[in-house]
């Protein structure tokens, strides 16, 4: 052996052990040697199984305007992260939450069990409004109308924030409520809606000079203006802060605010404080959106199908392994040492990426396998040849990774372009189902060019430095008499 | 072994099998799931043991239908012993959970209903998959174009190498295409997501197993550059013949282990798997290499002539 098959043995084990102790740990730790008591990693490595796997709910949501119109990114990422929070408040544990440009969000819920009521409570909080309560105020907590979203051509003050939100509705999905709550309406008159919430750009608590707390709110520049009008002639009225109809607060203007800069001040404790800013930060969606594809699966159906599919892949790894040894005897079984290798790597790399593993996800782990165990066997045939035809053997090693390599860079290479079109397909639509699938076979045939090129020809050459093949020719599958047989 | 002798018996085969299958997708059609055509899918499970008569859950969903949301006429399926899968348009959660509830009231048996599975897609996002899906296999196939060509660049007329992978790459696609439809009409399949990432990752198996011959092919012609194009090729396929065996067999191996014991839920997938790799392993011995001879000796010009040479060759 020389100094080059050493030196990624030297790489090889300390990968091995590094697998195994992350393939058979939950949590990996490694502690700060210079500073007690804090750790340099701290992670949590348990294997992420998707939805179809534990049950739980998937949503498609997507924004609902004109299709025409454009979504900017920076709205959609502001929606994810609202409704992200909205989610977190209910209480649902390892929500995930992702963008897919340009307009649907991609929401899951790992084993929920009410799937309705999330989607229905993500839905239904939505709009915030500032609405103009003339000189008599009304109640917190009265439910009233706007003329917000009724009418999109009469009102003039509110055309900046309508032009992106044009037809905003708390249940924007038309089919999820049969009939439309009306019943507690206090009173018939209809409120003007000076600006929604897309026109907050940060709200602060701070501490108030005379004891008690006041919120700072800043306007968006292109509203700013039309506040500062709109404050300006309302001196002492009342402007109400309304969310989804429903009055929060009825503080009163007590001076023009210009700048886009105003206070929220009024009897708060620390704790109401918070909790309004929150919903004013919170409260409203840059983007109405709509749900156009859920999908729930029971969890005992995933529990069904992780152990079946535990089982089938252990039989299929199994029946390859036994097919490798009885068809290329000692390289065969060298090559399911690195196919279990190549097994631990994955795993390892699945768990540290983290890759969420779905049931695609696992066949398309499986059948990597195959591809691994394809690498393996051009290289065996190739073997085989330059034995037949003479060579030592470490030569034909050499010679048969160097033969079999642009065939195993050119095959794989065409899986890997296809990975990223599947992946790529996948993001697109959020279909977790087709990019779960390329991701793990792409990382498959990574990890499977690694193994079955580098481990296996180490390997092969370690242990070939201990035996002498012109004594076993068998445990290559050659046949003493050198026959050219095709 | 002359194994190219008989190229025009191996399409012969080949068109043998492409042919019912493209009948079957003329003349009914490729079954396409919610997932491209928008609709809803609820997979229930009486924990009776005894589901409904199919009639029984069809009449329910008749009684149930309105205007506004038109889901008459499902397509109810059974699943296992206990559990009903039905496909019908697209409805709302409020008349979801009223479906559930008259199955458990109807036929429950005094036993609980659960959902295992519910799916909704709506039609506009149902036609831009399907979109999409087109977009991705045309795009796929371009893709492994330009790239065996570039690989292939220091072979004579590369591209050819390209083509004839795309030629096999179509006959694996119409095979696939051609089981799922014949399959959907008698066992109800429907063609979804995971039926499409099955189909693109057969092209990416065939291509896989093209690039290997191809491979030997570009080898041999460097070393033999007497010896005519056909003798190389047919050289080039008995050699990598161990090869190709070998590896179809470890593919197929797993898969018949997942198709096997693995769950119900990627069964279908798993069988159309099973077809399309074997498809890909046949038309890159028998379809790719093959092509590549006759378009060297550019066979077509003798195609209608009276007497035929080319058939004995």
Same mark, same amino acid.
């Given at each position: 052996m020389n100094r080059r098959q050493y030196n990624w043995l030297i790489l090889i084990i300390p990968l091995i052990a590094l697998a195994i102790w992350v393939d058979v740990s939950k949590q990996i730790t490694i502690s700060n040697p210079f500073k007690s008591g804090t750790s340099?990693?701290?992670?949590?490595?348990?294997?992420?199984?998707?939805?179809?796997?534990?049950?739980?709910l998937q949503v498609l949501m997507e924004a609902d305007l004109p299709a025409d119109s454009t979504v900017s990114t920076s709205d959609l990422n502001v929606t994810r992260q609202i409704l992200e929070s909205r989610a977190n408040a209910l209480g649902v544990s390892e929500v995930v939450?992702?963008?897919?440009?340009?307009?649907?969000?991609?929401?899951?819920?790992?084993?929920?069990?009410?799937?309705?009521?999330?989607?229905?409570?993500?839905?239904?909080?939505?709009?915030?409004?500032?609405?103009?309560?003339?000189?008599?105020?009304?109640?917190?907590?009265?439910?009233?109308?706007?003329?917000?979203?009724?009418?999109?051509?009469?009102?003039?003050?509110?055309?900046?924030?309508?032009?992106?939100?044009?037809?905003?509705?708390?249940?924007?999905?038309?089919?999820?409520?049969?009939?439309?709550?009306?019943?507690?309406?206090?009173a018939t008159t209809i409120?003007?809606?000076?600006?929604?919430?897309?026109?907050?750009?940060?709200?602060?608590?701070?501490?108030?000079?005379?004891?008690?707390?006041?919120i700072a709110f800043t306007l968006k520049s292109d509203s700013a203006t039309m506040f500062a009008d709109y404050t300006g002639s309302h001196i002492n009225q009342y402007l109400a802060i309304v969310l989804d109809k429903k009055v929060i607060s009825v503080p009163s203007i007590n001076s023009k605010i210009t700048g886009g800069q105003g206070i929220i001040q009024g009897s708060f404790t620390q704790e109401s404080a918070n909790t309004l800013a929150i919903q004013l930060r919170y409260g409203s969606l840059p983007i109405p959106i709509k749900v156009v594809e859920s999908q729930s699966v029971g969890a005992t159906l995933g529990a069904e199908s992780v152990s079946r599919s535990e089982v089938a892949g252990a039989i299929g790894l199994l029946i390859v392994i036994l097919f490798m040894v009885i068809y290329y005897r000692l390289p065969g079984f060298i090559a399911d040492?690195?196919?279990?290798?190549?097994?631990?790597?994955?795993?390892?790399?699945?768990?540290?990426?983290?890759?969420?593993?779905?049931?695609?996800?696992?066949?398309?782990?499986?059948?990597?396998?195959?591809?691994?165990?394809?690498?393996?066997?051009l290289i065996f045939e190739r073997l085989k040849e330059e034995l037949r035809a003479g060579r030592t053997l470490h030569q034909a090693i050499d010679l048969a990774w160097k033969r079999a390599w642009p065939s195993i860079r050119d095959s794989n290479s065409?899986?890997?372009?296809?990975?990223?079109?599947?992946?790529?397909?996948?993001?697109?639509?959020?279909?977790?189902?087709?990019?779960?699938?390329?991701l793990t076979l792409a990382l498959g045939v990574l990890v499977s060019l690694f193994t079955a090129i580098i481990v296996t020809r180490t390997f092969l050459h370690s242990v070939l430095d201990n035996i002498k093949f012109t004594e076993h020719p068998r445990w290559f599958g050659i046949q003493e008499s050198h026959n050219e047989s095709n | 072994m002359n194994l190219i002798k008989y190229r025009y018996l191996y399409f012969g085969i080949s068109l043998l099998v492409i042919i019912p /299958?493209?009948?079957? #997708?003329?003349?009914?059609?490729?079954?396409?799931?919610?997932?491209?055509?928008?609709?809803?899918?609820?997979?229930?499970?009486?924990?009776?043991?005894?589901?409904?008569?199919?009639?029984?859950?069809?009449?329910?969903?008749?009684?149930?239908?309105?205007?506004?949301?038109?889901?008459?006429?499902?397509?109810?399926?059974?699943? /296992?012993?206990?559990? #009903?899968?039905i496909n019908s348009k697209e409805m709302n959660d409020a008349l979801k959970s009223q479906i559930v509830a008259a199955l458990k009231d109807r036929f429950g048996g005094g036993q609980d209903v659960t959902i295992e599975n519910f799916t909704q897609v709506s039609a506009v996002i149902g036609k831009e998959v399907a979109i999409r899906a087109a977009g991705a296999v045309a795009l796929a196939s371009l893709a492994i174009l330009i790239y065996i060509t570039i690989a292939f660049r220091k072979v004579p007329n590369s591209f050819r190498y390209g083509t004839a992978a795309i030629i096999a790459t179509i006959h694996d696609i119409l095979v696939t295409l051609g089981a799922e439809a014949i399959l959907g009409h008698f066992l109800g399949w429907q063609a979804d997501s995971l039926f499409l990432t099955a189909l693109l990752t057969i092209i990416g198996f065939s291509v896989h197993d093209d690039i290997v011959v191809f491979d030997r092919i570009r080898e041999n012609s460097n070393l033999y550059r007497r010896i005519d194009f056909t003798t190389v090729v047919n050289h080039s396929i008995v050699q990598t013949l161990d090869r190709s065996i070998n590896t179809q067999l470890t593919v197929m191996f797993t898969l018949l282990a997942l198709a096997l014991f693995g769950g119900t839920s990627i069964r279908h997938f798993v069988v159309i798997?099973?077809?399309?790799?074997?498809?890909?392993?046949?038309?890159?011995?028998?379809?790719?290499?093959?092509?590549?001879?006759?378009?060297?000796?550019?066979?077509?010009?003798?195609?209608?002539?009276?007497?035929?040479?080319?058939?004995?060759?």
């Open positions: 340099l990693i701290d992670r949590n490595v348990q294997t992420r199984l998707g939805l179809d796997l534990r049950g739980g939450m992702q963008v897919a440009p340009p307009r649907r969000i991609v929401a899951e819920f790992p084993g929920l069990q009410d799937p309705e009521q999330v989607v229905a409570s993500l839905q239904q909080t939505g709009l915030l409004e500032f609405v103009d309560m003339g000189t008599t105020p009304v109640a917190a907590g009265t439910i009233i109308q706007t003329d917000f979203g009724t009418s999109t051509t009469t009102s003039t003050a509110t055309t900046e924030t309508l032009t992106t939100v044009p037809t905003i509705t708390p249940t924007s999905n038309p089919s999820a409520t049969p009939a439309p709550t009306e019943t507690p309406v206090a409120y003007h809606t000076v600006m929604t919430g897309a026109a907050l750009s940060s709200v602060n608590v701070q501490a108030a000079t005379l004891g008690g707390f006041d040492l690195a196919l279990m290798v190549y097994a631990m790597v994955s795993l390892m790399l699945f768990k540290l990426i983290p890759v969420v593993l779905t049931l695609s996800g696992i066949a398309g782990f499986i059948l990597s396998i195959g591809m691994a165990v394809d690498a393996n066997i065409s899986t890997l372009i296809t990975c990223i079109i599947l992946y790529w397909f996948g993001s697109a639509f959020g279909a977790s189902v087709v990019k779960g699938f390329a | /299958g493209v009948l079957a #997708l003329i003349f009914w059609g490729l079954p396409l799931g919610i997932d491209f055509t928008g609709g809803s899918l609820l997979e229930v499970k009486f924990a009776s043991g005894q589901p409904p008569a199919i009639t029984d859950v069809e009449a329910l969903y008749n009684e149930m239908s309105t205007s506004q949301a038109d889901i008459s006429n499902p397509l109810v399926q059974p699943v /296992g012993t206990d559990s #009903l899968s798997l099973l077809v399309g790799v074997f498809s890909g392993t046949y038309s890159s011995i028998f379809n790719a290499s093959p092509v590549l001879v006759v378009w060297e000796n550019k066979e077509w010009r003798n195609w209608f002539r009276r007497k035929p040479r080319t058939e004995n060759i």
